[in-house]
């Protein structure tokens, strides 16, 4: 699905009126969509049930009084309520009367307006920005403070489609209903925390009225297609070597997880390097991969003298990860650089690998082989020198920026997670809050160097994880609970996920 802003779409819609259909067709084939797509989530639920359909007096109303007119006829006791005015442009003023005409009652929004089984939202669409002045505040917060269900057209509003901004008592829905595309608001906070489920519906528009190389989202057969069967005279060699040089003494889990992951994810087999000092903590939690432990410093964190060993199982390798719970000194850095320089297999930098290089990003340029770097906002907002808030008001903007600059696959982690080699840019729509929790990037990281052990590209390595890792979430909150679900819980998930991909 593609996600587009605010000025995108409007363009493409543009050069669907020149080329092929009227604003008013569309309107009527947006209102249509729109019906089915509630009737799709609801059914029954909807009949004789009280529908107030809030309209404002822009065009994103005339989708509201096809839905009103609609949802009138389908035996909902459906009505407008306006927010503002009655509708003066040609095209919502037609689909007004045929409502009114149908017997669909119209009212002026008043306090008692919102008392109702269904809010169906039409106020703004994609054309709110701003705050929300008289009498749409007043409107917006009689919305929000209703029992009623809220269904959103196009966007929530109150949010910015374009910047994702949203204003004071912005509409909160249960439902947002997006036309033709996804738009930045549905998928960057803070509105995207105000569109509750989306559902994308399609209005017919063709093809050549888009540009190429939109933000794409992660798609199930997409993911699906970038696994091969497994041939029956495979052996471990088959499926790849992964190197993990991870863990210190007082994080000695992050590697753990990081390499249970990579073996539940299906990597024939993962060698985990980390100070001797920790090796009977790990050890105790894992029994099918290979310990490498290897040369310590006084922090408990792997020495320098640790290069050699580096350097051998390196070329023994088919992918690396470094710096789950790798520790921060002299040592690490020095260690972080030695990979990135030499290492001629595809390496995936998380974590503390990431904050080693903090201060001298330019080494990314240097390096020879494939990288992924997986940074959460704040790691995100140390490499680049800006503001966490700024980097989640920027998500897309500001990881695609810094992969095309240092040449680098970026995962930038988060609700809608962004994946982007610089060029292209997509955004996952699994998972749920359940996951911000410590560990659950060091899994994510060992499913991509699975993932590119066994022979997939860096770049769809790092998609198919992080859909997948989100796959693993939403089913551990499924059978538990968003605020009661470890890491463990999501790695018991993984194998069986993956029979979907085979």
């Known amino acids: 699905m593609r996600i587009l802003n ?65 949802l009138y006829c389908y035996g909902a006791n459906a009505r407008i309520v ?51 002045r008289a009498p749409f505040d007043k409107v917006f917060k009689a919305v929000n403070e209703s029992a009623a269900k809220v269904i959103s057209v196009d966007t929530p509003s109150g949010s910015n489609a374009t910047t994702a901004e949203v204003c004071k008592n912005a509409i909160k829905a249960d439902l947002t209903i997006a036309i033709s595309t996804l738009k930045y608001a549905h998928i960057q906070p803070p509105s995207n925390a105000f ?54 003494y ?18 024939g087999l993962v060698k985990f390097m980390l100070p001797v ?25 792997l020495s320098k003298n640790a290069i050699n060993l580096v350097k051998e199982q390196l ?28 290492s001629e297999i595809p390496i995936i930098l998380d974590a503390d690998g990431i904050n080693c290089i903090n201060g001298r990003i330019s080494i990314l340029k240097e390096i020879k082989a494939p990288v992924v770097l997986t940074p959460h906002p704040m790691e995100m907002s140390r490499l680049v020198s800006k503001p966490i808030a700024e980097i989640q008001e920027n998500r897309i903007k500001t990881a695609k920026e810094f992969a095309g600059e240092n040449g680098v696959v970026l995962v930038l982690k988060g609700a809608n997670t962004v994946v982007t080699d610089g060029e292209k840019v997509f ?52 059978k538990i609970s968003q605020r009661g679900i470890l890491v463990s819980d999501m790695m018991d998930q993984l194998g069986a996920l993956m029979s979907r991909f085979e």
């Not at 007082?250 to 990597?267: D, E």
């Not at 789950?324 to 030499?342: A, S």
């Not at 998972?431 to 060992?446: E, H, V, W």
């Open 6 to 70: 605010g000025d995108e779409i409007r363009l493409v819609e543009q050069r669907c009126f020149e080329r092929y259909s009227t604003e008013a067709e569309l309107m009527l084939k947006a209102g249509c969509a729109c019906f089915s797509e509630i009737i799709k989530k609801f059914e029954n639920e909807i009949k004789g049930a009280s529908v107030c359909v809030f309209c404002g007096n822009g065009k994103n109303a005339g989708d509201g009084f096809v839905i009103a007119r609609l």
């Open 82 to 132: 306006l927010a503002d005015k009655a509708p003066s442009i040609a095209e919502p003023l037609m689909y007004f009367e045929q409502a009114e005409s149908s017997g669909v009652k119209v009212e002026y929004f008043t306090e008692k307006s919102a008392n109702a089984d269904f809010i169906v939202d039409c106020i703004f669409g994609i054309g709110f920005h701003g705050e929300a």
């Open 195 to 248: 569109c509750g489920e989306i559902s994308a519906v399609d209005i017919g528009i063709p093809e050549d009225c888009y540009d190429e190389n939109y933000p794409e989202t992660i798609e199930f057969e997409a993911v699906k297609k970038c696994f091969a069967p497994r041939d029956m005279n495979s052996n471990k060699g088959t499926f790849g070597c992964q190197l993990n040089i991870c863990s210190s």
């Open 250 to 267: 007082n994080m000695f889990g992050a590697g753990v997880i990081a390499t249970k992951a990579a073996m539940r994810s299906g990597a």
């Open 277 to 301: 000092s920790a090796y009977p903590f790990a050890a105790a939690h894992l029994t099918q991969c290979v310990f490498e432990p290897a040369p310590e410093n006084a922090l408990g964190t």
């Open 315 to 342: 070329s023994r390798a088919d992918s690396v990860v470094i710096g789950c719970g790798l520790g921060v000194n002299d040592d690490t850095k020095e260690l972080c650089e030695f990979v990135l320089k030499e």
């Open 427 to 478: 955004v996952n729509q699994t998972g749920n809050p359940s996951m911000a929790m410590g560990g659950t990037g060091d899994m994510l990281s060992g499913i991509i160097g699975s993932f590119v052990a066994q022979g997939m590209s860096a770049f769809e390595a790092a998609k198919c994880a992080v859909y997948i890792h989100g796959l693993c979430g939403d089913a551990a909150a499924s």
